[in-house]
């Protein structure tokens, strides 16, 4: 089996493996077909595969939103045989929080109201913003810009931005290791306020470049689906707050507002009612997540769980763990809403650690 055939087959085979059962297993699943269309229609990959799992996975009660987009990705290598699914349309449903999991939404929601910007629930903190486009440079432009918010950009090594004639709303996952390409960041027509591109592109998906690159392996990397997928959006989502704690100390309103209405964003995608006091965001904010509560909730609870345990997981490298623990350390030692926030975070998890 050639180095190729062997890393296509072991993306398939880790885009069905996902932690979750039912409808949700089946959506995520489907979302994962529709990433690994994108990675074989950049890296030219054998789509005969791609319609070999989808014919042989249970797709059942999958979100039409993640069918259409496989659909959509799939047609553009030809006619898209009738397996395919088209999505089944449920009923959406409002559900409960572990005690953990809403003490999790609290200490975020609380440090965000620390943070320069609007009243906490609003999704857009600074107003109308000038945007720039990512296709045009802007994307590659923040990465580079803001890579000193990033805990270990010297891990990044290599990586190119590569620009795919797909909409916008048919990405998702857009950072990739590919055969014979390395480590991407693919890139649709996106158009973003300076702003927010520096810390969407520029921390967190520039926190999963870093992450990619430090496993020093030019193949598929173990956090790009699945259990691992949970980990490394933790792990961004933790350089996000680590931006804005620093920010707080340096005075980058900017920076602080982004944050901000992001975090605003991650909550609100959870499907609950999580405290009838923050407005959050308009229904159907969360449309992407719908399906995905595990997914949803690792933007939520994984990166305080990283910050109470010291970032020690076998899926993160030492070395970003010990740059992670030094910069939250001194983060904490500049401004008091950082202070109260990690330690609000010890007291969370030595509650809630065996649930």
């Not at 959506?27 to 989808?54: F, H, K």
């Not at 891990?155 to 620009?163: E, Q, T």
């Not at 159907?284 to 910050?307: C, D, I, K, Q």
Request: aromatic share 6%.
């Amino acid at each position: 089996m050639s180095r190729r055939t062997a890393f296509w087959e072991g993306a398939a085979q880790a885009a069905v493996d996902v932690p979750a059962a039912g409808g949700e297993r089946a959506s995520w699943v489907t979302r994962n077909l529709a990433e690994l269309a994108v990675m074989m229609e950049v890296a030219d990959g054998p789509v005969e595969l791609l319609d070999l799992v989808t014919g042989q996975s249970d797709l059942r009660g999958a979100d039409p939103r993640f069918a259409t987009r496989l659909r959509l990705l799939r047609a553009r290598r030809g006619e898209v045989p009738g397996w395919y699914p088209e999505g089944t349309r449920l009923r959406a449903e409002r559900g409960t929080l572990s005690p953990r999991s809403r003490g999790a939404c609290e200490i975020l929601l609380h440090f965000a109201a620390r943070l320069h910007g609007g009243p906490v629930g609003t999704t857009t903190a600074t107003g109308a913003r000038e945007e720039v486009s990512a296709v045009e440079g802007g994307g590659a432009a923040a990465l580079a810009r803001r890579a000193r918010w990033r805990p270990l950009p010297s891990a990044a090594g290599g990586h190119s931005v590569v620009a795919v004639d797909v909409p916008a709303s048919a990405l998702w996952r857009a950072w990739m290791t590919l055969p014979d390409r390395g480590i991407v960041r693919v890139v649709a027509d996106e158009r973003l306020s300076r702003e927010d591109m520096d810390v969407w592109w520029g921390v967190h998906d520039g926190t999963h470049l870093d992450h990619l690159a430090s496993f020093g392996t030019a193949g598929l990397t173990p956090v790009e689906f699945g259990r691992g997928l949970l980990v490394t959006e933790a792990l961004a989502m933790a350089a996000e707050l680590l931006a804005a704690a620093e920010a707080l100390a340096d005075g980058e309103g900017a920076v602080q507002a982004s944050v901000r209405s992001g975090l605003v964003e991650r909550v609100a995608r959870l499907p609950v009612a999580v405290n009838p006091a923050h407005a959050l965001l308009p229904e159907g904010t969360g449309a992407e997540f719908g399906r995905l509560p595990t997914l949803a909730l690792a933007y939520v609870v994984g990166p305080l769980h990283l910050l109470a345990t010291g970032f020690r997981h076998g899926l993160i490298p030492r070395q970003v763990a010990d740059g992670f623990r030094d910069r939250w350390h001194r983060a904490g030692q500049g401004h008091p809403a950082v202070r109260a926030l990690i330690e609000q975070t010890d007291e969370w998890w030595a509650r809630h650690d065996r649930c």
